[in-house]
């Protein structure tokens, strides 16, 4: 289970606490209001405010109560069957407590919105500006938030989640999980299901993915675990790695490098300025290997086992004639070139490897950098 600070919370229970304590000795006109309902674990809970901070907070008894200040009487709180509605047409902090087995439906339209404890059901939350911060769930969650950060423990279920500006940050989720922030980072622990994330301004962190997996940064980095479908991973200007794939691996980078490892699948991957590491290991497919990796200003190092089946067309651009050492520097390789041919007018060096049946295909391209492939491990 992980754990997180809830300074929300606690502003809420010390609002609460100072306020009631002031009442008491006659120096205000607030009403310290506490309300209850009967509730049976398995509920729901909807709560509607114009604006103001919600703090809930999961407890053992079978009744929601609501803490509340208020001076008016706009706060209205009620039950049909075993669903609690909370509403309030003014700005107003609330403090809730519910069983630890109960369904979350919460919308402020301005303010945080903090769960102080592990509940055991679903979670529907939107805030117009505020940030939420959740602990552990044991159902589906589907967060909106106009303006704040999101950060949730693990969820078991799905969890869907779009920021408008904030960071986003999860534990395990069972589920597949789709998160999307207009300008925060997006880390997120392992996923049991596909992943979907974008954010269009910061870096994009991620565990296993248990599905296929597409990340979309418009200028940070992407890192991401084992992942056992397919991926698409793209950004503006960052780095990209992926620490293994059992699908196809889709990379493209503007500016930065690409490091793909662990490839049982076909690739292809291209950056316009960065460096490309890539290892590919036995997949699925009898031996054959299919892929392309290109960089524009950088070099590519490729490790491929030696009983691979593929044909390697290797191809340097604007390569360098001019020094003594041998030219084959540009490309090399620990396998024995079915040709090598080199066009100092065009100033390209062309290299192919035929590996056993040569079924497969694999391009590399390198414009004013080198190329290495070498016999990795099985």
Not at 48 to 54: D, E, H, P, S
Not at 75 to 80: A, M
């Amino acid at each position: 289970m992980n754990t997180y600070s809830v300074p929300g919370s606690l502003r809420i229970l010390m609002i609460l606490t100072c306020l009631a304590a002031v009442a008491a000795s006659g120096g205000t006109s607030f009403d310290i209001s506490t309300k209850t309902v009967a509730a049976q674990p398995g509920g729901t809970l909807r709560v509607v405010l114009a604006a103001g901070n919600i703090q809930i907070t999961p407890w053992d008894k079978n009744e929601v109560r609501v803490n509340s200040v208020s001076s008016d009487d706009d706060l209205s709180v009620s039950s049909s069957g075993n669903t609690v509605q909370i509403r309030c047409s003014s700005d107003l902090d609330i403090q809730v407590s519910v069983p630890k087995r109960f369904n979350l439906d919460v919308l402020s339209g301005s303010g945080d919105i903090t769960i102080a404890g592990s509940v055991d059901g679903t979670f529907k939350g939107k805030t117009s500006g505020g940030e939420v911060t959740l602990r552990d769930f044991g159902g589906d969650i589907n967060i909106s938030t106009g303006g704040g950060g999101v950060t949730c423990g693990d969820v078991n279920g799905k969890a869907k989640i779009h920021s408008a500006g904030g960071d986003i940050h999860l534990g395990t989720v069972a589920g597949e999980a789709v998160l999307e922030t207009d300008g925060g980072d997006v880390d997120v622990s392992d996923v049991g299901k596909s992943l979907d994330a974008r954010t269009s301004g910061g870096n994009i962190t991620a565990g296993k993915v248990g599905g296929r997996a597409r990340l979309m940064t418009s200028g940070g980095n992407i890192e991401v675990g084992q992942i056992s479908g397919d991926c698409d991973l793209e950004s503006s200007g960052g780095n990209i790695a992926v620490h293994g794939a059992g699908g196809k691996v889709t990379a493209t980078t503007s500016g930065g490098d690409l490091t793909l490892e662990q490839i049982q699948g076909a690739f292809d991957g291209s950056t316009s300025a960065g460096n490309i590491d890539a290892t590919v290991v036995e997949g699925k497919s009898g031996g054959r290997c299919d892929g392309s990796l290109s960089s524009g200003g950088g070099n590519i190092a490729l490790a491929l086992p030696a009983d691979v089946n593929t044909t390697i067309t290797a191809k340097v651009h604007d390569a360098d004639f001019s020094s003594d050492e041998d030219d084959r520097s540009e490309i090399s390789s620990e396998f024995t070139a079915d040709s090598y041919t080199k066009d100092e007018r065009a100033g390209t060096i062309v290299a192919v490897y035929r590996l056993n049946k040569g079924t497969g295909s694999i391009t590399l391209e390198a414009s004013g950098g080198s190329i290495s492939i070498v016999k990795g491990k099985h």
